[in-house]
C-alpha cells in the first residue's frame, strides 16, 4: 500500500532560524511528488513538484529536495509569514487513476 | 487564486438533511477530484471524475454521491447527514491527463459543513 509519512507533526522556529521538514514516501514508481502549503480553514496552495531523485525546486525561502525514499523541504531564514501547514502528496494507483495520497502534514510556526 | 471556484464557502444544516456542494474547474483542466478534511484524518480522497466519466473512488460513503457534467463542473450531494460528516470539503483539478499520471492538482478554498 502506498505510504506517504510527514515528520516533525509539528515545528515551532525563531524567526531566522532554518530547519528542514521531511515526507518519506513507499510507491511504486514515482510519477511526481507534491509540496503544499495549507493556511487554517484553506485550501492547500502547491508550491512544488519534484519528478526524479536529485531535483531540487526553489521558491523564496522554500527549497524542496527529492531521492529515491523521501523529500524534504528546506525553510531558509523563515519569517512569521510562512507559518503554515505544509503537506506532502504522492500519486498512487488507483481504479484507472493516479490520485495523489497525502500525508498528515507538518504544521510550522515561526515566533518572531 | 488557484482559478477552482467552490460553493457554497460555508453551510449548517442538521442530521439527516441531504447538501449539494459545487465545484468549477480552473479552465480547461478535465480532472475534478473531491477530498474530505477533517481534523483527525487529514485530507482524504473520495472520488475522481475525468472528463464526466467516474475514474476512481476513495473512502467515499454510499451516502455520498458525485457527478461531472458535460461543462466539467462537478457536484458532491451529501445525504443523510450525522455530525461526523463534518468536515472540509475540498475540490481539485488537474489537466488533460485521464489517468492523472503526473499531474499537479490544484484545490479550492473548500465548503466548510457543520452538522448539527
Known amino acids: 500500500e502506498d505510504q506517504v509519512t510527514q515528520s516533525p507533526e509539528a515545528l515551532r522556529l525563531q524567526e531566522g532560524e532554518s530547519s528542514s521538514l521531511n515526507c518519506s ?3 511504486s514508481g514515482l510519477r511526481g511528488l507534491f509540496w503544499y502549503r495549507q493556511d487554517p480553514g484553506k485550501g492547500p496552495e502547491f508550491l512544488f513538484t519534484l519528478y526524479s531523485a536529485g531535483e531540487e525546486k526553489e ?18 531564514a523563515p519569517k512569521p509569514e510562512d507559518s503554515a501547514t505544509y503537506l506532502c502528496a504522492v500519486p498512487g494507483l488507483s481504479g484507472g487513476s493516479y490520485i495523489p495520497t497525502f500525508g498528515r502534514g507538518t504544521s510550522l510556526i515561526v515566533h518572531p | ?11 449548517i444544516t442538521a442530521t439527516g438533511q441531504r447538501v449539494t456542494l459545487r465545484c468549477s474547474p480552473r479552465s480547461g483542466d478535465l480532472s475534478v477530484y473531491w477530498y474530505q478534511q477533517s481534523l483527525d484524518q487529514g485530507l482524504q480522497f473520495l472520488i475522481h471524475y475525468y472528463n464526466g466519466e467516474e475514474r476512481a473512488k476513495g473512502n467515499i460513503l454510499e451516502r455520498f454521491s458525485a457527478q461531472q457534467f458535460p461543462d466539467l463542473h462537478s457536484e458532491l450531494n451529501l445525504s443523510s447527514l450525522e455530525l461526523g460528516d463534518s468536515a472540509l470539503y475540498f475540490c481539485a483539478s488537474s489537466g488533460r491527463s485521464g489517468t492523472g499520471s503526473g499531474n499537479t492538482i490544484y484545490f479550492g478554498e473548500g465548503s466548510w459543513l457543520t452538522v448539527v
Open chain 1, 25 to 27: 514516501y513507499t510507491v
Open chain 2, 1 to 11: 487564486d488557484s482559478g477552482v471556484t467552490q460553493t457554497p464557502k460555508h453551510l
Open chain 1, 59 to 76: 521558491k523564496e525561502r522554500l527549497k524542496a529536495t527529492l531521492t529515491k525514499k523521501e523529500s524534504f523541504l528546506h525553510i531558509t
